[in-house]
Nanobody, 116 residues
């Protein structure tokens, strides 16, 4: 079965960096777009970044453009989100997602807290 497992979250000071990982299994990872979303209490889950199956095309939310970088290693069936210059407002639970046919698959999420 399809599984997505995020890791790498934690507590970091403003201006710091974190790298999130999303390990995929149970599907042909290299064929599908991977995306990172985030959610804070009381708000809708929002798209942070996405990357095409080969990694050649990436897209970012305006709020993270220039600070975050999405990448993937299809040989390791893992997607990454490098987050630099973190701000307090980046605090959220971060989820990775893929869609296969009409089905959406989500990881369990990893908490990122930016605080001094």
């Amino acid at each position: 079965q399809v599984q997505l497992v995020e890791s790498g979250g934690g507590l970091v000071q403003p201006g710091g960096s974190l790298r999130l990982s999303c390990a995929g299994s149970g599907f042909t990872f290299g064929l599908y777009v991977m995306s990172w979303y985030r959610q804070t209490p009381g708000k809708e889950r929002e798209l942070v970044a996405s990357i095409s199956s080969t990694g050649g095309v990436t897209n970012y939310a305006d709020s993270v453009q220039g600070r975050f970088t999405i990448s993937r290693d299809n040989a390791k069936t893992t997607a990454y989100l490098q987050m630099n210059s973190l701000k307090v407002e980046d605090t959220a639970v971060y989820y990775c997602r893929t869609s296969i046919g009409s089905l959406l698959y989500w990881g369990q999420g990893t908490q990122v807290t930016v605080s001094s």
